[in-house]
């Protein structure tokens, strides 16, 4: 009942021509692990099955997945159009991509499809978006991007890292690669490093396999095999996990420290009528704003004891991060206000512990 792991990193053959024809295409014998590998594919199945997806390739971190994504769709004089507010790293990426490949990026906030419109150049090859930003919690327009980028021709590419599949499927509105952080919520137990690409086109896939395998950003077949064991469990921690970050932002809306509350689930969230459109719920990652700022931030995350001040997310422990000092402590007081961000904004990743034992742990550092 357990996948096995296949601890290989090459395969014998008796027949010299079915190894020659095996090392040209990812559908034929396992040949070397760095192209393929059992285990490995146990998880690209699976992935892409959650996704509704035709195929998958696991890599060695979400990071990994997103550079050889990026890198092996443009060439330098390609354009690129991406959402302002993405992950820290794919924000670097896209950067470097501009300054050292001479891919030109233009940043779009991401909800609205005029300014993608506005933003298309003949040269423009790929929209890069995110179902759901960080710390946040804003929710990409995904139907109406993604159909402007796709009447012009471009690829789009989703990293659905915060919503995870149980909460959308970005294939079902458009997007041609899906790509995760299986560290997070597919993982979901913070003990394994991955990333994975799912294509809606098995053509894309032929095309990108060959690209994987030289960039060499391939999967262990042990952390593809954790990473499989934590699917199982999927669905069913994010549910309990939204259930518990619509149980925690209710009560902190009515904290005297708290003056916001950053919840897709919200009705007063920015994006809530969006995400009841393409989320299934909230998601299990919240933000709040204390109206003592930035101090207030430090104080309240080092009196936490059962949540943990970490990085990462989509694992059983409750993990919180003061996004002004730490993940985004290279933006000055200017920048973070344009990325909605606060002096004192708490990001809050929720785990499976008791909810009540959550709320009473933030309540005592919240005095
Ligand atoms: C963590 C994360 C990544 C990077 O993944 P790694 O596994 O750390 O390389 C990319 N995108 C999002 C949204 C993430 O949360």
């Known amino acids: 009942m357990s996948v096995p792991i296949f601890e290989t ?25 760095r192209y393929g590998n059992p285990t490995v594919r146990a998880l690209e199945t699976a ?36 959402q302002r507010c993405l992950y820290g790293g794919s924000f670097a990426t896209l950067t470097r991509l501009q300054e050292r490949f001479g891919i030109e990026v233009t940043f779009v906030g991401g909800t609205d499809a005029d300014e993608v419109r506005a933003a298309l150049r003949p040269t423009s090859r790929v929209l890069y978006l995110e179902t759901i930003a960080n710390p946040m919690t804003q929710v990409a327009d995904l139907p109406a991007l993604a159909e402007v980028a796709r009447s012009a021709g471009l690829v789009i590419v989703v990293d659905n890292t915060f919503a995870s599949p149980v909460l959308c499927r970005p294939i079902e509105y458009g997007a041609d ?43 262990d077949p042990f952390a593809a095999w954790l990473t499989i064991r934590g699917l199982a469990t999927m669905a069913l921690r994010v549910r309990q996990q939204s259930e518990s970050a619509r149980f925690l932002t209710s009560r902190l809306i009515d904290h005297p420290a708290v003056s ?14 969006l995400a009841e459109q393409i989320l299934a719920d909230g998601g299990g990652v919240f933000a709040f704003d204390l109206a003592g700022g930035r101090e207030a931030g430090r104080a309240v995350v080092s009196r936490l004891r059962l949540a943990r001040l970490a990085a990462s997310l989509g694992g059983v422990q409750t993990l919180v991060l003061h996004p002004a000092s730490t993940s985004h402590r290279q933006l000055d007081a200017a920048a973070l206000k344009e990325a909605g961000i606060g002096e004192g904004t708490i990001r809050v990743a929720v785990g499976l512990e008791h909810p009540a034992d959550i709320w009473s742990d933030l309540s005592q550092a919240l005095v």
């Open 260 to 273: 916001a509350v950053y919840w897709p689930g919200l009705p007063d969230h920015p994006s809530f009528t």
């Open 9 to 33: 990193s090459t395969y014998a053959f008796t027949d010299p021509d079915v190894i020659a024809d095996a090392m040209t295409r990812p559908d034929g014998e396992y040949t070397y692990t």
């Open 47 to 82: 992935v892409a099955d959650l996704e509704g997806g035709a195929a998958a390739l696991a890599t060695s971190s979400g990071m990994g997945a997103i550079n050889a994504i990026l890198l092996g769709l443009v060439q330098s004089g390609d354009h690129v159009i991406a």
């Open 177 to 219: 690669i899906v790509i995760h952080s299986t560290t997070k919520y597919l993982g979901g137990h913070s003990d394994v490093t991955g990333g994975i690409a799912v294509f809606a086109d098995i053509e894309r896939y032929h095309a990108l396999w060959k690209r994987f395998i030289e960039f060499g950003v391939t999967a």
